[in-house]
């Protein structure tokens, strides 16, 4: 890892607001890299190859399955997701942070593979935001949210597998939080010691 | 440690500014509380019991360190110094974090008692600039700064006993740098957990 640049994972219950915040933190630092992940689904109207998802074929997919070429994937009713791993690899070995936005079961196979990853959990204020923001999408049954609900006091649960936990009370400051994690992996002497011993003794 | 304050240990060779950076860092957050030390030498004109140091007797020490009072101590030519622990722990306690300025010989001592302490190391630019800033105070001969320059290359080697290193280059910049650390470590899930078990579950 010496030299190399953070892989940041950003994870937590669905309606947390990971994207609000992946977005804030990437319009301070438009350095980090964002992993596209590779899909089997037909791409919606306007979404871009390369830019939305890498839009492959099932032989395609599959193919890359066997050869390991994913850090994780899921499949997700007759439809496959992955993160591609070269891409990945390539900008940490160029010194590059490389942020991936992931729901928490990607996350946790995403550590199997890559411990030394910056594993950041994004909590709501409290478990009742996470209930209305679910419903001001107005697209989910009462049923749904009580599902959805169960599942996010589950994932919490599992909080201890990351390294940190963020409150995304308020954007400006949750992504001020995001980055001062950032900042302090940096300075971490198990990052650094060869750096350090090379430049100074 | 649930609900408890950091101990902030601030170590580094002689001359690298960790003086400075813990003066700038309690001017930005004054809710730190700093340690004081305890020593059996005379008072200097000016130093006041309790602010600058608990000066006491060599019996008063040498009973407390029997009671196993401090958490660490020294022993310098004649006298003895060390930190006494009773008040650390009870600010600790209280949620406030405490701030231990050290030597790095006090700081690997402090770490074997206290490991979830975050024990960080501050560096100079280069180590051509350690010399540089021995030499302005103008106290030391020849023979002294060639000393204090092998000693502090041994303390960098111990570098990886400490979380972080931090590169003196701008106290402004490795304050914050400090700041981001301590921001960083109040989020870690391990410090966390039961309270967030409590918030949300």
């Known amino acids: 890892m010496e030299n190399s640049g953070l892989l940041i994972v950003i994870s937590g219950p ?36 390369g830019e939305n998802y890498y839009f492959l074929t099932m032989e395609e ?11 994780e994937y899921a499949k997700v009713y007759d439809n496959y997701y992955g993160t591609p791993k070269e891409n ?18 990607g996350a946790l196979k995403v550590k199997e593979k890559f411990p030394e990853g910056v594993f950041i959990f994004i909590l709501p204020p409290r478990i009742e935001d996470l209930k209305r923001r679910i419903m001001n999408r107005g697209t989910e049954s009462e ?5 959805r609900l169960e599942a996010a006091k589950e994932e919490i649960q599992k909080i201890h597998e990351y390294n940190y936990g963020v409150i995304n009370d308020d954007v400006e400051r949750a992504t001020l939080d995001v980055q001062s994690i950032l900042s302090a992996e940096k300075l971490k002497t198990e990052r650094n010691y060869q750096d350090l011993i090379e430049k100074y003794i």
């Not at 607001?17 to 306007?46: N, W």
């Not at 990945?88 to 079961?105: A, F, N, P, S, Y």
Request: glycine share 8%.
């Open 143 to 147: 049923e749904d949210i009580k599902k």
């Open 14 to 49: 669905s309606g947390a607001g990971k994207g609000t915040i992946c977005k804030a933190l990437l319009e301070k630092d438009p350095s980090i890299h964002v992993s596209v992940s590779a899909t089997t689904r037909a791409p919606r109207m306007g979404e871009v190859h």
């Open 61 to 71: 997919f599959k193919e890359r399955l066997e050869q390991d070429q994913f850090l």
């Open 88 to 105: 990945v690899m390539e900008q940490l070995q160029r010194g590059k942070d490389v942020l991936l936005e992931i729901d928490t079961e």
